[in-house]
Structure formats: C-alpha cells, structure tokens
C-alpha cells in the first residue's frame, strides 16, 4: 500500500470545508513526489507542497493547522489502520492491538520511502512530538482502558501499575518491530506473546485451606 492510498484519519472535528478525497490524495502524491525525488522531510514547505501538488497554500491550511500535522497523517495513511477491538476478553484486545504493531513493523521494512520518512521524523523534534501527539498518545490511552478493565474484572493483578503492565505488554513487540529489523515477526506473535505476558500478570489464586 502507499502512503496515498489511505484517507487521512483525524481524531478531532473537520476544519473548514467538506474535505475531498481528490484534493488529499493530490497532497499527499505531491508529499511523495518531493520526498521520492530525495527532498528531506524537513525542507519540504507548504508552498512547495502545494505548487507540487497543484493546490493553494490555503487548501491545505484548510485541512490541517500546519506541516507537522500533515505529515503525521502522511505516516499514518502509510501505517496500518487502528484495528476494530473484539470487545469479546481484554486478551483478545490486547492481540488485535499487538497485531497492529507487527503488521506495522512488517510495512516499515518492506518500504524504504516509509523507513526513511520515520528516521527523518525522529530528527524533526517538533514532527516527532506532534506524531506522539496525534498517534502514540491515543493508542497508549486506549492501551490503559482496555487493562484498567482488566483488573476491574479480576483479570490482571491490581498491585501493578498500569503503565508498567501496558510497557510489560507492548514493549516486546516494538523491540522485534521498530528497534531490531534482523528479528522474526511470524503469523501468532501476537497470540504468543499476549498469552506468555498475560500468564504472569492474572491474579494469585488463594491456597485452598
């Protein structure tokens, strides 16, 4: 999939006019274009990016409030979609959201243009903090809610943080996605590391007198 074939995702109400999935996808082809032809992320301009893409400077203010926000929606139309939860055990959740971060990984590897653009976000402290903003913050959020419910239905320890847990659960799979590219992510990592996390987290069960 390329980073143009997603529509844009946004968390909080449309600005402006109704948007046209014609002139987004004309944007985000110009963004590509720029970044194909070797223009580093941090020198692309909003008026570059519209004369490229055949736009006004002010169809994009429209659309987003500034360059950073826009190229965060540029990574995450690259990014696989935020998965549906099955709502039926926090188990389940907790594999469909680890299931994203393999297939993540999966689509990092296997495109250099998204590869690239991630290592220059990592350099651009002010796309970095908005795609933690926009991106991290929501899902590590969603991440807590489904393990607060998990203690309050007796199936995760209740004396551990919420935050240690969450690290506990998610941190495996981004070490073998993001920082260690030689690792294997196979069909059921997900299910295998959710279920060997999970089994050291589940309350102690009293001794029978």
Same mark, same amino acid.
């Given at each position: 999939?390329?980073?143009a074939d997603s529509h844009p995702r946004?968390?909080? =109400?449309?600005?402006?006019?109704?948007?046209?999935? &014609?002139?987004? $996808?004309?944007?985000?082809?110009?963004?590509?274009?720029?970044?194909?032809?070797?223009?580093?992320?941090? #020198?692309?301009? %909003? #008026?570059?990016?519209?004369?490229?893409?055949?736009?006004?400077?002010?169809?994009?203010?429209?659309?987003?409030?500034?360059?950073?926000?826009?190229?965060?929606?540029?990574?995450?139309?690259?990014?696989?979609p935020d998965p549906e939860l099955p709502?039926?055990?926090?188990?389940?959740?907790?594999?469909?959201?680890? +299931?994203?971060?393999?297939? $993540?990984?999966?689509?990092?590897?296997?495109?250099?243009?998204?590869?690239?653009?991630?290592?220059? *976000?990592?350099? /651009? =402290?002010? %796309?970095?903090?908005?795609?933690? &903003?926009? !991106?991290?913050?929501?899902?590590?959020?969603?991440?807590?809610?489904?393990?607060r419910r998990g203690q309050a239905n007796?199936?995760?320890? /209740?004396?551990?943080?919420?935050?240690? *847990?969450?690290? *506990? %659960?998610?941190?495996?799979?981004? !070490?073998?996605?993001?920082? $260690?590219?030689? &690792?294997?992510?196979?069909?059921?990592?997900? +299910?295998?590391?959710?279920? &060997?996390?999970?089994?050291?987290?589940?309350?102690?069960?009293?001794?029978?007198?």
């Amino acid at each position: 999939m390329s980073l143009a074939d997603s529509h844009p995702r946004h968390d909080g =109400p449309v600005r402006g006019r109704p948007r046209s999935e &014609a002139v987004e $996808r004309a944007i985000m082809e110009g963004i590509l274009k720029l970044l194909e032809d070797g223009v580093p992320l941090a #020198e692309l301009s %909003i #008026e570059r990016i519209a004369r490229t893409a055949g736009v006004g400077k002010a169809t994009i203010y429209r659309r987003w409030r500034g360059k950073e926000e826009l190229f965060v929606d540029v990574v995450r139309a690259a990014e696989p979609p935020d998965p549906e939860l099955p709502g039926t055990s926090m188990r389940d959740d907790l594999v469909a959201l680890l +299931e994203q971060l393999r297939q $993540r990984g999966l689509m990092t590897r296997s495109s250099v243009l998204l590869h690239n653009v991630i290592a220059q *976000m990592k350099s /651009t =402290p002010k %796309i970095w903090d908005a795609y933690h &903003a926009i !991106v991290v913050e929501p899902r590590r959020r969603k991440q807590h809610a489904i393990l607060r419910r998990g203690q309050a239905n007796g199936e995760l320890r /209740t004396d551990l943080d919420v935050d240690v *847990m969450n690290d *506990m %659960i998610f941190g495996p799979m981004l !070490v073998r996605a993001v920082m $260690r590219p030689d &690792a294997d992510l196979p069909e059921g990592l997900a +299910e295998q590391m959710a279920d &060997a996390v999970l089994e050291g987290l589940r309350p102690v069960s009293s001794p029978s007198p």
